[in-house]
């Protein structure tokens, strides 16, 4: 499956890619060394992840990241 990050908060995007890891927040802590309360607070906006750990659970979880540069439109 492949969503645009751009369309999304980032609190959707984190809890999408725990989804896609079919974990409970409990478990996908446990895989980024984090409790359960702090992936609660990350999926609803309380707490932010940096970058680093964000690329971490992605490579931990399977997920590729792409960068794309959009082209501009002759209206820009």
Known sequence: MKIIANDYKTTLIIKTIREWSNLNQTDFGKTLNRS???????EN???RMYLN???DMCNKHNIKITLE???????N
């Not at 359960?36 to 990350?42: G, H, Y």
């Not at 540069?69 to 209206?75: A, G, L, Q, R």
């Open 53 to 55: 750990d964000f690329i």
């Open 36 to 42: 359960r309360d702090s992936i609660n607070n990350i």
């Open 45 to 47: 906006g309380r707490n």
């Open 69 to 75: 540069k959009e082209k501009k439109s002759k209206h």
